[in-house]
């Protein structure tokens, strides 16, 4: 709701306009949703009239009084307010006539000096004890009081001042906007329109821009007292002044805000709408251009109605403004025409218009929310046609908006919009469009959307696509998939895993179409990577780090006959070994044998030697053996 301010006159500032979220996006449709503020916060007012001929009467000190002052001022204040309702004024009569008879003009005059003091003494509470005021002005019940001082038309000056009062009412909580509707104020209000006093018709324009900003009930309440009409009436007059130009555009635009959208008649409103876009003022444009994109975040007629008014080239303009806040709501209109849902393309009429080089200057802006919302329009455009997204690679965008995508230190949001543009041309662009995308590094940044929850499917899309294009251009040049290899494949291998059944298929059509594993070392490669083969005997495929030979049959007959041919060998040796072992043992043993059929022999001829040398009976001849070294006979030692 409006958010009351107050300069050192105690003027209350009327806010801008709502600003609408960007909603979800995918496969290139996309919307936006309810308004919200796009930080937060509103935008700045437009500056306040000063009544002319009504001077604030300033306080003394710090501006505050004592509580005996602030009571008397309030009795002063009532005393004025109550002179109003003891008389019956006519808008078109000069006279004021009591209810008791007639009053002369001297106590005509007096009244009117009685009713203009009390107003002064209204407004200097307003910038002294504003919010204490208001409670006083419920708590009185001054609001039917106030309303009765509207119909005084021969005193705008009374007017002027009920209607500022009126005004800090309706910028406060919705209970006292509630207070003003309930005591008819709005069909009173809608009827100061046509007030002669531009003072008056300013100051009824506000408490009206007020009102409607409080929310959809006030905003349709405003409306359904046909205000509509008698404000385009007023913002079309070739006289109007710069301050009813600022406070009635804004108004327009609060009228045209909210959730659910307001019933409006766009034929009515937007010649106005077109001659405020030719004013030089920021402000008028900027609260114009927030009417506009709230009427564009509505129905495909008012869209349509926006296009044939000839008013886009006149918002690419604005996008180039030296004014952020006229920037972003000029902004907003265009992402809003560029992602209707509609069988004519609006799209093309913005591209027409000369926005695509705007928005790339856009996306570099200081302004967080405008870089967000220039790369979410040129998201939209690059869900279009060929020739749609050529203009957006033409521009020269995609190195910026992958840079966005990749930087760490990229706002989130911006993060967000940057990869859309890239996932929605990837999913929709034609082979050299891709072939120039996968140049300036978008498959690292769909690689990275794998991990995002929101973006998965989207970013499988976008590398299936680019993974096609390359499997047309390996066919071409008899190679391998050129951007095969600039993949991990790893997250892939993840996602066939995925609890979505979809992604999960998706990523398995993914691989076995243009990857393989080794059946060794299980290390990824593209399918046709001269890293890999296929082998016919295995049925698999083995990366040139290893060797899957070993598992063929004809290596294996090999080896077992190398095996079988090797024990036989082992064996004979062995059973050789074993035969010369024996062998040898029987040479031994025999020797062994044939040394103790030795020795008995000896002995004998030892025993015979013996008893020959002692000689017979018979006196044989035998001559005895000499012991060794014994002389023999012939004078030599026996050997």
Not at 556 to 561: H, I, M, N
Request: glycine fraction near 8%; proline fraction near 5%; charged fraction near 20%.
């Amino acid at each position: 709701m409006p958010l009351p301010a107050s300069d050192a006159g105690g003027v209350p500032l009327p806010p801008g306009a709502h600003h609408s979220h960007l909603d979800g996006h995918g496969g290139g449709d996309q919307s936006v949703g309810s308004d919200q503020s796009l930080e937060g916060a509103r935008e700045p007012p437009p500056p306040a009239p000063t009544p002319a001929g009504v001077l604030a009467v300033p306080a003394a000190g710090d501006g505050q009084i004592t509580r005996a002052g602030f009571k008397q001022e309030l009795e002063a204040v009532e005393a004025g307010l109550l002179s109003t309702s003891s008389t019956a004024i006519t808008a078109n009569s000069d006279v004021v006539h009591d209810t008791q008879g007639g009053l002369n003009g001297e106590h005509e005059e007096s009244l009117a000096d009685l009713q203009l003091q009390a107003a002064r003494k209204l407004r200097q509470l307003l910038s002294t004890n504003r919010e204490l005021l208001i409670q006083e002005v419920l708590e009185r019940n001054w609001v039917p009081l106030l309303l009765g001082w509207l119909q005084l038309q021969q005193r705008p000056a009374v007017q002027v001042e009920a209607l500022w009062a009126l005004t800090n009412i309706a910028a406060g909580t919705a209970e006292h906007t509630h207070v003003l509707i309930k005591h008819g104020a709005v069909p009173t209000l809608v009827s100061l329109l046509g007030s002669p006093n531009e003072e008056v018709l300013e100051q009824a324009m506000w408490v009206l821009g007020n009102l409607a900003g409080e929310g959809a009930t006030a905003r349709d309440a405003v409306l359904g007292s046909g205000a509509l009409g008698p404000l385009v009436n007023c913002l079309s007059r070739p006289t109007c002044s710069l301050s009813m130009l600022r406070i009635g555009s804004w108004t327009l635009s609060n009228l045209c805000d909210g959730q659910p959208r307001p019933v409006v008649d766009i034929h009515a409103v937007l010649p106005v709408l077109a001659k405020l876009l030719q004013n030089s003022d920021a402000e008028v444009l900027s609260h114009t251009c927030w009417a506009l994109s709230h009427l564009c975040d509505g129905p495909s007629s008012h869209i349509k109605a926006v296009v044939e008014a000839d008013v886009c080239w006149r918002l690419v303009q604005l996008l180039m403004h030296r004014s952020w806040r006229v920037t972003k709501p000029a902004l907003r209109t265009i992402g809003n025409i560029v992602c209707a849902e509609d069988d004519t393309d609006y799209t093309q009429h913005i591209i027409e218009a000369g926005a695509v080089p705007c928005l790339r200057q856009l996306i570099a802006h200081n302004n967080r929310e405008i870089q967000k919302e220039a790369c979410w329009t040129l998201s939209n455009i690059a869900a279009g046609t060929i020739e749609q997204i050529q203009t957006v690679l033409d521009s020269g965008a995609v190195p910026s908006l992958v840079k966005l995508a990749s930087a760490t230190d990229t706002d989130p949001e911006v993060k967000n919009e940057a990869c859309w543009v890239v996932l929605n041309a990837t999913s929709c662009g034609s082979d050299g469009q891709i072939e120039y995308l996968v140049k300036q590094g978008c498959v690292s940044v769909l690689g990275e959307l794998l991990s995002e929850t929101s973006m998965v499917m989207m970013a499988l899309e976008g590398l299936e696509r680019i993974l096609q294009v390359g499997e047309e251009e390996a066919k071409r040049i008899m190679g391998t998939n050129p951007y095969a290899s600039l993949l991990t494949t790893s997250r892939i291998e993840e996602l066939e895993a995925h609890k979505s059944s979809a992604i999960a298929k998706r990523a398995s059509r993914i691989w076995k179409q243009h990857f393989v594993s080794c059946a060794i070392c299980s290390s990824s490669y593209s399918k046709h990577s001269a890293d890999a083969r296929f082998c016919d005997e295995c049925k698999c495929h083995v990366c040139v780090k290893c060797n899957c030979e070993v598992f063929h049959l004809s290596y294996q007959e090999e080896f077992w006959k190398e095996m079988t041919d090797k024990e036989a060998t082992e064996k004979k040796q062995a059973a050789e070994s074993k035969k010369a072992k024996k062998k040898k043992k029987k040479a031994k043993d025999k020797n062994k044998n044939k040394t103790k059929d030795v020795k008995p022999e000896d002995d004998n001829k030892a025993t015979k030697q013996e008893g020959a040398g002692s000689g017979s009976d018979d006196g044989g001849e035998d001559t005895p053996l000499s012991s060794p070294g014994e002389a023999s006979p012939g004078g030599g030692t026996v050997a």
